[in-house]
């Protein structure tokens, strides 16, 4: 670890009597997130990017009992990208004895690069999850169409809004036994959709993100809304994409 | 904008210590609405109309945190219809920067110069967009009967209250690409249909009235109710009309 | 009214600093019947008999907005049954203008008078009545059995608690126009089945009973999860009796 | 009861202003689990074992409203096995009138002896009875895989995280009348299946434990999950195991 911060230094990132700092959103976002159940079982996450420095909750914990003082400070900038086995420059680690940062710090970080996104949120919903299951096992998205939350989504997750006309696709791509083994193959479908505002992955979750937390949130809820009513829509056999 | 109201003038519109004060209302219903999922993802929403002036929230902006200070006043009373393209005259308009009112404000006017409402609730509820999509494409309402919940709703969102025996009729509109342009077809439907408490737009969500601000909530609880319950008969086959 | 109270006296009956008062508990009990969906829009509610007096909720109110200034006070002993028509006799009426006592009343005093139960909850659950809608047209009852919650309703709704063996047997009456009209159906499927703990109401809700609020609430919950199970099982065409 | 302390000595068992002590989190975790539909009608429950001694709420009391006074204190060392007629020793028995200690101590027991855990905890989740009830009479367990939520879940409740791609199996065993005469087939399970992280009980609920109440917890929030997707996933006739 890199850091030249002294301790008071590194307290000051994280300590604020400003609700809209970072560390105070995390914990805040993360007990919503809890009773959406977006986040339970110590699941899912929300990371902000502010400036140059990057927000992130512990792995592995409660996300709905995390404080500020638990949060993950790291500088944008990396000496390397923070892939598997890669090191990672911190600006503050949490005293607290046991704690790692998220093991979705480089599928963050492509949200962050790729996109130049300001936030970014891993959900388990089980929206998602059942969506994912509903598809056919070769199939690489998801499409959906004619419906008013889609006016909520961005192009990319960062543009302009959609139209209710547009339609909205979403690449699916498979689980790896490792969160960061997802991050190569989450590269490769933002790539190959570059309009798409969310990865969903097979059997686990979601990725969004979005230009500030905020956008990351409304976009979460708009895709996790569209997400619940594709599966009701799968399950009475009505078409996904069409107003028929 | 023709306001000619000091600054002083115009925070007093909103900042109240009365949580009955319209201001507080919508900031207070919206993260009720909220919970129930009526408002995720920035949609829906409720205007209060008390007197002569009219309260909105900001349209685009997270429903559950809104504040009375983002509050838009306007005058019931407009130089034109503030429908699409035309002026509109407000008497207070928030400070904050980037705030709009409500996509839905010539929406809300309906309810209020046709049915002389004193709210119009609007909300994105899966349950009011599953009901349309159960509904053959060109069915011109949603009927249902024989529930003790349509004792709850009154004739023309503003009348007396239905009977159990009365069979509740609910127009279905088609939607449009920008909710603006819903004027028209909605003002149609609610002359169509003179008894309809509620306009549902294929979709999309559906929109309530009532005499005050409690009666356009518990009429949209009741109808939100009796949509959920609708579509559940539906999954099962039930039929929505008579006794069976 | 017969009411020989001053208004200090009357106030007295509603306003106390003890959490578990009825007129207390009436309206923290609302707002979390209405958190579960069971008092939306202004359905359903609670009476509570404490010795003499019986505490009753508003009608047609908002119910988790109730304050203990809006309860009514009536005496157990009443000059005539207060069904339909007849008069009533109260200690306390809320000084609110516009507020009439539950039109649940006679309904609850069947509970008080046929069971000496101590607490009757109202509930319009989704739960009750698609169970009810699930049900043949001529069904008389609802039948349950091999169950661990069946373990936390009492035989009458006031005896002793069921075993897991035993099979629960609820009475479905059809709904009336107007609620006090259920008056001697109620009574009359109280009469006939003895050991029914509560009252489904088709196309309607439930009436639950207990020897205290305590008892009254838990068998609320207990039944409810056993139609919402009941209806999840008759959906998956699994049946409700039996250890199949 | 062979109980040598004084009064004060059981009160500070019980009573302490670390939110983290046993009794505070056993009142805070119940009103938590009530939320999430584990513990209404007065079932379900949590205990926590720290050091030798081991906390357990009342039995039949609503499990929201639990207090740390009502918390029965109990050595984990016991003159016998605390099985149904065998006799307990406590540390602190709440004053309150009428309470009696968990129905569930021997089950809670088993998992504290055989597993070494260092808390468990029993829902009667609709999604834990639902599974139970969608399998076959005669099956003997639940299997799932490919799932992310897997990896939240222990090898025998208290060992190394499974991976994705690992099959999660719990066992079903057969409810009984008496809560506590589960406790043989408990530990009979248990020991067939020295890796299953829980017990199901076939129309009842589930048992789970952890290391620690927090493990306790993630894992019983990982498991409902898993349970609620495969009930899921059953009726829309989708396999559990296997990545199709």
Partial sequence: MSNKLTHEEQEALV??????????????????????????????GISIRQGENVYLAPSGVQKERIKPEHIFVLPFAQSSVPKPGSKRDFLRIPSKKGLSE???TPLFWNAFTMREAGACIHT?????????????????????SHQEMIKGVRIGGVG????????LEI??????????????????????????????????????????WEQAKTQSECLDYLFEIAVKMLLAKLPLVGDN
Avoid at 161 to 166: D, E, G, R
Avoid at 191 to 204: C, S, T, W
């Fill in 160 to 167: 302009k809004t959609l139209s209710f006309f547009n339609t």
């Fill in 171 to 212: 690449p699916i791509i498979d689980n790896t036994a490792v969160e960061e083994d997802l991050t190569e193959s989450m590269a490769a479908a933002m790539e190959k959709y570059p309009d798409a505002p969310a990865i969903l992955v097979r059997r686990h979750g979601v990725y969004v993100w979005g230009n500030t």
């Fill in 124 to 144: 388990h919903s089980q929206h998602a999850v059942m969506l994912t299951l509903l598809h056919p096992r070769d199939a690489q998205s998801f499409k959906i």
């Fill in 102 to 104: 998220s093991q979705c």
């Fill in 15 to 44: 300590i604020s009597d400003d609700p809209e700092h970072p560390a105070n959103l995390i914990s805040e976002l993360c007990r919503e997130f809890y009773k959406l159940g977006w986040v339970t079982g110590t699941g899912g």
